[in-house]
């Protein structure tokens, strides 16, 4: 059977809600001031986030927990984001995969 481009979506998203899709709900933080994230960069490229539990307890302390890969497009657009916001020391929002755990920034977003 052969679907028309305008039935293909809407039956794609009627088979995602009567079998259930995979959700992931990444945890967040927001920085009311970016100048005050402590970051190194490996020579892997990566670059690692160590205080974000200073602005939510939850997160992980101590040491670099969470990173920022920039050998993807992806993690330079992140980068250059957080960059820019650390420079007007302004409010940024971080997403990670997992707060418990070592884990990948999922998302740089400013305060909307």
Do not use: E, H
């Amino acid at each position: 059977m052969r679907f028309g481009k305008k039935l293909a979506l809407p039956i794609a998203a009627m088979y995602l809600l009567l079998t259930g899709a995979p959700v992931q709900a990444d945890d967040a933080v927001t920085v009311p001031d970016s100048s005050l994230i402590s970051w190194q960069m490996d020579a892997s490229g990566k670059v690692w986030l160590r205080n974000l539990d200073q602005f939510n307890s939850t997160f992980l302390g101590c040491c670099y927990n969470y990173y920022i890969d920039l050998t993807t497009v992806d993690g330079k657009a992140k980068w250059a984001t957080m960059l820019t916001y650390i420079a007007s020391g302004k409010p940024l929002i971080f997403f990670v995969i997992n707060k418990s755990q070592v884990s990948q920034i999922t998302l740089v977003m400013n305060q909307v």
